[in-house]
């Protein structure tokens, strides 16, 4: 299926939804200069477009095999990953110690994005590989380092995350998978993990396991969970590999989408003990998860945004050739483009700026994160931590939940093309369908969001994320001109919806906390429709400072008049619709 | 997987949102006395949960298959029809003259809903059969009736509908197909129609196609179309088969769902020319189509009620078993049911409420489709086939839409094994989305409602449906205990929102057709949640009057605290929502 990187609406998002332009001025992104980030843009763009997307249906088609422990992945995708490799893409945020380009999270977002649109299955690969080089990176010892980094960041190597075990989902509490300690200071690691993506495939040299596992004698629940590397072949000491690993895949499943990344069960010590070594402390393994956390959401967020983008894209280019219907009050011309009916239009119009505000909400988070480690004195980065943690829930889970529905209005304005699977409209929706619940599934994320995040720095990171959204508010009420129609007042209506919200959930949390947690989904929406419409706002007065805001104005009127007009009632059944969280039993599906 | 029919749940909407038991006593119902409703249901119920039920995942996997114009069903699918025309199924709804039971389509409503949440492919082919029935019975020859009711009343032979070609989807002016009038009075039909369902099979003797074709030289556009029979195998004089007709099937579809339903291209005329017989007048074959149209689209939305109801069966059950997490403040206890989480509750009370309100709907309006043929006089005959037109649109397109969203959510309770095929969680949710897309997509349901259904009688079927909402309401307002809640305010709100909103659409239409159109998908769904909601209102009344209504409380409170709330925003995005379909063009996806 083709794809065509919407390069002009990512930068519109980059310069004026997340700060990339006043981060250049000011410094933080010098290393984007020259017009860097539009030509890394440019050929991310390619890559995607001449190397990832043709052969995303056929690898759906064929998905990856399992054959005597061995999985094959789909025909294309070596020689795609020797290609990925050979272009330096998988070093584009690694550590410059190793072989990396260190370029912010923002243009690795728009970079992420693109690639996930182009190819949700493939891509997932190289985005595990940069959260296990984030973990070795941050937590590894120097031992460590120097064998693994180098090959990880250069995508020699790729990486894995083995989190998930039958019992232990969302709750790593009740991980089992142990690790006796060894003499020599390693580790033999014994357990079944499932789930795991690309934990097994022909695309590079070896594979590098990260592993949860509690130490022989650690405490129960979170406080006794290690973190361990564990490679496919183990590692000589001149770099060259040895002997295979006591791991091995048992097994793939048949799931629902995203068919051409193996999700691996994997079985470590099957034998004598799958060897392996410890990253950071023992019994301190989620912590070193946790570093990784707000990134591999993030990355997940943009699958969404992508899934999104894409299925836009092959909506409208299907309703600007499909021909059915006349055109209202012209009874007398013959069959029209469909996209001129005014329903299909309202669907693609869903489509397109659920899509463009999700980016925002993403690219907002990745300059957050940025700002976490970039900004020069110690307050601003603490700041931009905290908006970090409260945007990156919001992140997650919005722009997945609307990876759901505007892929599933794509299969909608294809008709009953939309349902046939050659048509590839399908196939987003199917893919999509994973992004809402792994990575921490949505509802965890909303929990976060009440229960972690809206308290951060005793209010003052939401605090601060309210001011923000009334200073675009108030910029937007001097410029009200008339194209804009509505767009103020509702964007204001859901700016005070979510801050009446969260300051009841505030109190709910200290009296009735089941009570809270009972409302957090819809609130995070709540917290979607205003933070991604006032982003919105904000990209169409500066296109329209540019002199080119035409489609950025219909984009943010539309998403306030027609969406972001939810966020009363949400924030309503937050506050007043609690009542069945208290019901003591709860009777049986109808 | 296991399927158990929500019988008293089905009971109690059939009484107290349908009015059976005001049927039953007015007379209009006097066949379902005797407990003869309840006895029905007890026996679909038992051949949906031990026929149909074991059959539909096998039948996922294995889809149907075609080899040298031979379809082949998935394993069992022979065998479970014979059962079904074995136990007389099939004629529960024929004409009495014919072999049927006559029965009413309130109560072949619950019929159909069962089954489709048993199994939704296998279901197909009686309801398209049963489409087909109606149109013969309705509008064919004596000669027709006598060669072919019977059969196609008991099941022995089956039924299809020959719509759709690939320039033609909802656009039937567009119909290519032609008939060449014959000299003993039959045709010659050639033509290509896709997206057939069941139009080949090894279930049954014989296949009668209903086709839709242009008799040589008959005008363009949809006054040029006229409805033929055309079966699989020519019957003889004697009622024994005789030769193969001119028509087979070319290719099956792959699908996102219904794998285990055969969709064909069915080739009319290949050679000589595919043997048919005119049904109704030349010319006149959409006025045969759209007297079955009410029920088609019934039979339609009662599959979106089925699988929200088996989804949420299968993820209660599941919520129920799966431990994961502490319970909200109690930190100390282990790993709890997931169902004692707020948000998964949340979640489970959606897809419940969601179903149980959408079944009201449906049966709802199969009340009204019995009473405007039941009824003993010709005005209240009139009314009632005025609220059948008008609700009719609101069942299809909201039931299917909540069709989407509770299979959807299903997949989400279950977390990551939701999208593990072997689950079943996704097999309901692909399976759903079909329905929001055939029998007249749900855009299209949206724009009838609004351009045609409003208007019915000068505005007073609307009226009425409004007055009944507000009876109800004011019952509600008198019993008012504070187990409901907010929910007398909140379910007003809605009412009110959708009357507002009907009248500016009212407005709207005479001045600027497009902007009422541009608000038609979301002023459904205001219909949906009032009309829903108030229905559940007076099950809850109902209930609680026969000493036994907490969960219907429940249910009733839930829907209106958490989902009616949506009902003003939505108005207010269909009555200053609309300026993006005046916009002269339409930019691209991004």
Redesign the interface.
């Known amino acids: 299926m083709d794809y065509k990187a ?1 390069l ?2 990512i930068m519109l998002t980059l310069n004026h939804a997340a700060g990339m332009q006043d981060g250049i001025a000011s410094g933080i992104f010098s290393d984007l200069d020259d017009g860097l980030a539009a030509a890394v843009l440019d050929e991310a763009a390619k890559f995607g477009e001449d190397v990832l997307a043709p052969i995303n249906h056929s690898g759906d088609r064929a998905g990856a095999s399992l054959k005597d422990r061995v999985v094959t992945t789909a025909p294309g995708w070596r020689a795609a990953y020797e290609q990925w490799v050979a272009g330096g893409w998988n070093a584009l945020t690694g550590p410059a110690s190793h072989g990396g380009q260190a370029l912010p999270h923002l243009l690795n977002a728009a970079c992420l994005e693109i690639w996930s649109a182009a190819n949700m299955a493939f891509t997932l690969c190289p985005v595990l590989g940069m959260g296990a080089v984030e973990a070795v990176a941050t937590h590894g010892s120097e031992a460590l380092k120097a064998t693994y980094l180098s090959k990880m960041v250069s995508g020699a190597w790729t990486g894995t995350m083995n989190l ?1 075990e039958p ?5 790593l ?2 991980v089992r998978s142990r690790a006796e300690p060894q003499p020599d200071g390693s580790y033999k690691v014994f357990g079944t993990k ?2 795991i993506t690309y934990g097994e495939h022909d695309m590079a040299g070896n594979i590098v396991h990260l592993v949860l596992a509690r130490v022989t004698g650690a405490p129960e629940g979170i406080k006794g969970i290690s973190l361990f590397v564990v490679p496919k072949f183990m590692v000589n000491k001149d770099g060259s590999l040895g002997a295979r690993n006591d791991v091995f895949c048992s097994g793939l ?5 995203i068919h051409a990344s193996p999700t691996c069960t994997m079985i470590f010590g099957d034998k004598e003990g799958a060897i392996g070594w410890l990253i950071g402390e023992e019994n301190r393994g989620l912590n070193c998860m946790f570093t990784m956390m707000n990134n591999a959401r993030l990355a997940t967020a943009l699958q969404g945004v992508a899934l999104a ?1 894409i299925a ?6 299907f309703a600007r050739e499909r ?3 006349r055109a ?2 012209d009874g007398a011309l013959g ?1 029209v483009p469909i ?1 001129q ?9 869903i ?2 700026t659920l ?2 505000a999700a980016r925002a909400i993403c690219y907002l988070t990745a300059q957050a994160l940025d700002h976490a480690h970039r900004a020069p004195d110690a307050s601003a980065r603490a700041e931009a931590g905290g908006r970090a943690a409260l945007l990156t829930p919001l992140a997650k889970a919005f722009s997945s939940d609307i990876g ?1 529905e505007v892929t ?1 209005l794509g ?2 304005v294809h ?8 048509t590839g409209a ?1 196939q987003y ?2 893919d999509a ?2 992004v ?3 990575e921490g ?3 965890i994320q ?2 976060d969001l009440v229960q972690r995040k809206l308290g951060l720095a005793d209010g003052a990171t939401l605090a601060r994320e309210i001011a923000d959204m009334r200073a675009t508010l108030a910029a937007l009420g001097q410029r009200n001109t008339p194209g804009f ?2 767009t103020h007042e509702r964007l204001s209506e859901a700016v005070d919806s979510f801050e009446r919200a969260a300051n009841w959930l505030h109190q709910a949390l200290a009296t009735s ?3 809270a ?2 409302g ?3 609130f995070l929406r709540v917290f979607g429709l205003a933070r991604g419409g006032v982003s919105l706002a904000a990209m169409a007065l500066a296109a329209t400072n540019d002199g080119d805001g035409a ?1 950025a104005v ?1 984009d943010a ?2 998403f306030a ?3 972001a ?6 924030a ?2 937050v506050m ?6 208290l ?1 003591p039993a ?5």
Not at 167 to 171: N, R, V, Y
Not at 586 to 590: D, P, Q, T
């Open positions: 919407p002009s609406q998930t019992q232990a989902g969302s709750d509490a009740l499932i789930f499943e048949e799931k629902m989408g983008s836009t894209q092959k909506a409208t280019d021909r059915q219907g209202v009050g069959p996209i009916h005014p329903d299909v239009r309202r669907n693609l119009m489509m397109r899509t463009a759901n599933s299969v909608q008709g009953g093309m939309g349902f046939i699977e050659e399908a929706m199917r369908r994973i809402a619940i792994y599934t949505n509802g909303a929990i129609g509505k906390p089941a009570l947690l009972a957090a989904t819809p489609e219909q009127r539309f008049e027609c969406l007009t939810a966020a009363p009632g949400l309503l059944s007043e619709g609690g009542a069945f969280a019901e709860f009777a049986g599906g109808h």
